[in-house]
C-alpha cells in the first residue's frame, strides 16, 4: 500500500537513500531539508523549511498534507562538526524534533523516529527493547529526550521509533573503523581474537522505513535494529591488510583488554562509553527486528516505557497499607516519593523508600480541616501526582478535584464517575445498564416497611450505601430483626442498600482494572478471596491471583459503564446457587491487596503515574496464576476464629508462592511500627464492624 510521506532532513546521508527507496516504492513524498534537493523522481517534492522555527513547521503541515511523517533530521556526533555543545544538540535534536511531533500529534498522523542504540549508554550486558535507557553525552541524551516528548505528545496516534545501530554505507565505514584503527594511518589493533560489533548497513535501515511506510495500518512500537551478521574486528583487519590499508596489524592481549575495561570504571562516563564502545560493545537482541520484518509473525510490538525519573508523587495516608505496595514499586520507577503521615508509626513513615516523609494533621472526622492541610502541602512541594489511599481520602480528592489540579494530578476519577462507583446502590444500577450479572437490589429503601412491602425474600442483606470494609454489613432473616436493626443502621451510617443474600460458601473475587484515557483497557488482574475476616463477610486476608477473563471482561465492562478512568477494582461473589460471579461493589481507591497484583506481574503504580503525566499506559496482557498473599494480622484473627481453620483450601500452613501485605524483608521497620497502631486501633475497627 502506497501513502503521502513527509520526510525530514531527506537531503542527508540517511534522508536521500530513503525518499528515493519510497519513491521506488510507489510513495509520494515530499522531502523536507534547508539543504538543496539531493535526488530527482517524479514521486519527489523538495520543500525548504526551518525546522526549528514552529511556525513555519505548522505551515508545512498545512500547506503539504501527508498521511505518514518519517522524522530523520538530526544532529549527528561526527567528525566534520565543529559544535557539538548540549545546547546545540538540544536545538537541533530536541526543539526540532518537538515542533514535528506536535504537528503530527494535531492531524493525527503517525509518525516513525529514527533513534540509536546510545541511548542504552554504557553496555553492561545484552540490550532489548525493554532495556533502561541511561545515554551518555549530548547526542544519545538528546535523542532520548525527543523519544519521551514523542511518547507524550502523540497520545493514541500510532508512533514508531527505530533505534538504529551505527549506520554505515560502502563509501563510508567511519563508525566501524574507529573501533580498530589507531588514528594514526594505517596502524590497526586487535584485541584478543577479536570483538564482534554489531552495526547497520544503509539498506537495511531504508528496508525498514519502507517496511513501516507500506503497512496498510501504521505499525506502532520500539524496535532496536543492527545487521544480522556481526562485524568481528580481526575479519575486518585480515581483510583490510589483503585490500592494503592496515599495513600493520598491533596483537593486544585480551587480559589487556579486560585490564583496560576495569580502569575505564574509574575514569569520567564519557571516557568511560568510549573504552567500552571499543572493548565491551553492545550485544544486541535482534528478535524484535526479526518480528518487524515478517509482519509482526503474530506478535505485538513493545511500546517504549515513559521514563518516571525524577516524577514527584505524593502518598496520602501513610498508615494505609496499600502503601506497601506502591512505595517499593514508586521508588523502583525512579520516581521522587513523599508520604504524608498523621503518626510517625505510619508505615509511609516507618518505610525506608520515601524521599521525604511528611507528619501532618489528618482526621476522618473533619475532613475540612483534613483537606486544607493536604491543600497547604501541595502548594509548597511542587508535586506532579497525589494518590489517595483510603476512602475518605478519595472522597476528598474527587469532590475538590478541580482546585487540586493546578498543583498535582489526583489520581481520582471527577465527581460523575466516583460517586457511581463509590455508592453501592448505584453501582447495581450500572450493572443492569451495562447487563453485567449483580444480586437483586430494591433502590431507595428508607423503612422496614417499605422493604416488607417489595416483598424482598428472607434472608437479604443491607449495608450503607457508601462504606467500605464489612462496617455496617448485616444480614437480614427475619422480620423482627429487621426491625431491630434497619433503623439503627439508617441513622448510624446513611442510606443502605437491601440486596438479596447470596451464600457466603460461594468464592469470592476481586478485579483490579486500569482503563486509560480514552476508557482503554489497560490491565486486569483477577484474584480470589481465599479467607476474609471477619469471618461472615470482610475484608480478605488471604488472596490467590487466578485467570477468569469472563470476570476481567464484566469488570472492564461495568468501569467503562461509569465512565471510569485509572485503576477501579471491582468485587464479586460466585453464587453458588447458579455458579454466576455477581458484583457486589467497586471500590474507587486502590485496595489493600493490590499487593498480589504487583507480586503477579502488573504494575499498577506505574499506569498511575503514566496516566497523570499525561504519557501512554503500559499494557500489562498477561500476569502470574497462583500467586499468593497473606494478611497474616488478620489471616491470623480468622485462624483462631473459623471452624474450617484444618480444612481450608489452600492450607492455612501453605506459604508457597506467598507475600505479605506488611512485612518486607527489604523494608522490615514498618512491620513493628504497624502492628503497634494495630493494637491500638483494634478495638474502635471491630466496634465499628459489630452486627
Given amino acids: 500500500m502506497t501513502h503521502r510521506i513527509l520526510l525530514t532532513g531527506a537531503s542527508g546521508m540517511l534522508g536521500s537513500r ?38 513555519a513547521v505548522e505551515a508545512l503541515f498545512d500547506a503539504h498534507p501527508a498521511d505518514r511523517v518519517i522524522h530523520l533530521a538530526a544532529l549527528a556526533h561526527v567528525t566534520n562538526e565543529t559544535d557539538l555543545s548540549w545546547s546545540r544538540y538540544f536545538r537541533m535534536n530536541v526543539l526540532i524534533s518537538q ?6 500529534a494535531r492531524l493525527g498522523i503517525p509518525v516513525f523516529f529514527s533513534s540509536t542504540v546510545d541511548v542504552y549508554g554504557i553496555p553492561v550486558g545484552p540490550i532489548n527493547e525493554a532495556t533502561p535507557p541511561a545515554p551518555v553525552g549530548g547526542y544519545a541524551r538528546s535523542k532520548y529526550e525527543a523519544e519521551q516528548r514523542l511518547a507524550k505528545l502523540m497520545g493514541d496516534t500510532p508512533y514508531f521509533i527505530a533505534r538504529f545501530a ?34 547497520l548497513g544503509i539498506d537495511r535501515v531504508t528496508d525498514a522505513l519502507c517496511e513501516w511506510a507500506s503497512r496498510e495500518e501504521a505499525p506502532r512500537g520500539l524496535v532496536n535494529f543492527r545487521d544480522d551478521l556481526l562485524f568481528n574486528s580481526r575479519t575486518q583487519v585480515k581483510a583490510e591488510k589483503a585490500e ?37 560493545p553492545y550485544r544486541i537482541d535482534n528478535t524484535a527486528q526479526r518480528w518487524f520484518f515478517k509482519g509482526r509473525d503474530g506478535k505485538p510490538y513493545r511500546l517504549p516505557p515513559a521514563d518516571l525519573r525524577g516524577v514527584r508523587v505524593l502518598l496520602l495516608e501513610g498508615f494505609a497499607r496499600q502503601n506497601m505496595a506502591l512505595m517499593p514499586a514508586l521508588k523502583k520507577l525512579g520516581c521522587h516519593l513523599t508520604t504524608y503521615n498523621a503518626s510517625k508509626l505510619d508505615v509511609g513513615y516507618a518505610s525506608k523508600y520515601p524521599d521525604v516523609k511528611l507528619v501532618k494533621f489528618w482526621d476522618r472526622e ?87 412491602a417489595a416483598g ?21 432473616r427475619d422480620e423482627a430483626q429487621l426491625r431491630e436493626v434497619f433503623g439503627r443502621a439508617v441513622e448510624r451510617f446513611g442510606p443502605m442498600v437491601v440486596q438479596d443474600y447470596v451464600p457466603q460458601t460461594g468464592t469470592q473475587y476481586k478485579c483490579e482494572v486500569f482503563l486509560d484515557a480514552d476508557g482503554e483497557p489497560k490491565s486486569a488482574c483477577v484474584f480470589d478471596k481465599t479467607r476474609w475476616y471477619p469471618v461472615d463477610g470482610g475484608s480478605t486476608c488471604c488472596s490467590t491471583s487466578v485467570h477468569r477473563p469472563d470476570i476481567a471482561a464484566d469488570s472492564i465492562k461495568l468501569l467503562q459503564t461509569i465512565g471510569w478512568r485509572g485503576y477501579g477494582d471491582v468485587d464479586l461473589i460466585e453464587d453458588p446457587r447458579d455458579g454466576v460471579c455477581r458484583v457486589m ?37 498477561d500476569y502470574r496464576e ?20 484444618f480444612r481450608a483450601r489452600p492450607s492455612w500452613f501453605d506459604f508457597r508462592h506467598t507475600t505479605d501485605q506488611i512485612f518486607n524483608p527489604r523494608d522490615p521497620w514498618p512491620w513493628f511500627t504497624y502492628t503497634i497502631q494495630g493494637f491500638r486501633k483494634r478495638k474502635s475497627e471491630m466496634e465499628k464492624r459489630k452486627r
Fill in 18 to 55: 530513503a525518499a528515493l527507496a519510497l519513491c521506488e516504492a510507489g510513495h509520494t513524498v515530499i522531502g523536507v531539508d534547508v539543504a538543496e534537493a539531493k535526488i530527482e523522481h517524479d514521486n519527489y517534492t523538495h520543500v525548504s523549511c526551518d525546522l526549528l522555527d514552529p511556525a
Fill in 99 to 104: 515542533h514535528v511531533f506536535e504537528n503530527a
Fill in 166 to 199: 551505527p549506520v554505515y554505507t560502502d563509501e563510508d565505514r567511519h563508525d566501524i573503523r574507529k573501533r580498530y584503527y589507531l588514528k594514526y594511518p594505517k596502524l590497526a589493533f586487535v584485541v584478543g581474537k577479536g570483538i564482534d560489533y554489531a552495526f
Fill in 244 to 280: 592494503g590499508r592496515a599495513k600493520v596489524a598491533l596483537p593486544i592481549p585480551g587480559w589487556a583488554g579486560r585490564c583496560a575495561l576495569l580502569a575505564s570504571k574509574l575514569c569520567p562516563k564519557g571516557l568511560r562509553l568510549n573504552v567500552n564502545k571499543i572493548l565491551n
Fill in 366 to 452: 473533619d475532613a475540612v480541616a483534613s483537606f486544607a492541610a493536604v491543600m497547604e502541602v501541595l502548594k509548597e512541594g511542587h508535586y506532579d501526582v497525589v494518590i489517595p489511599m483510603t476512602d475518605f481520602s478519595a472522597t476528598l480528592l474527587s469532590r475538590h478535584i478541580d482546585e487540586v489540579r493546578p498543583y498535582a494530578w489526583p489520581a481520582v476519577n471527577p465527581p460523575e464517575a466516583f460517586n457511581r462507583a463509590a455508592d453501592k446502590q448505584e453501582t447495581m444500577k450500572a450493572c443492569e445498564e451495562a447487563g453485567v450479572p449483580c444480586p437483586h437490589t430494591l433502590y431507595d429503601m428508607a423503612s422496614a416497611d417499605d422493604i416488607l
Fill in 456 to 476: 424482598m425474600p428472607f434472608p437479604f442483606i443491607i449495608k450503607p450505601r457508601v462504606g467500605y470494609g464489612s462496617i455496617g454489613f448485616h444480614v437480614i
Fill in 585 to 621: 461493589e467497586i471500590n474507587p481507591r486502590i485496595t489493600a491487596s493490590v499487593k498480589v497484583c504487583f507480586a503477579a506481574g502488573v504494575d499498577f503504580a506505574r499506569q498511575v503515574v503514566e496516566l497523570g503525566m499525561g504519557y501512554p499506559v503500559t499494557e500489562y496482557q
Fill in 626 to 645: 497462583g500467586v499468593r498473599l497473606r494478611y497474616m494480622h488478620t489471616d491470623l484473627l480468622w485462624f483462631l476464629q473459623s471452624p474450617n481453620r
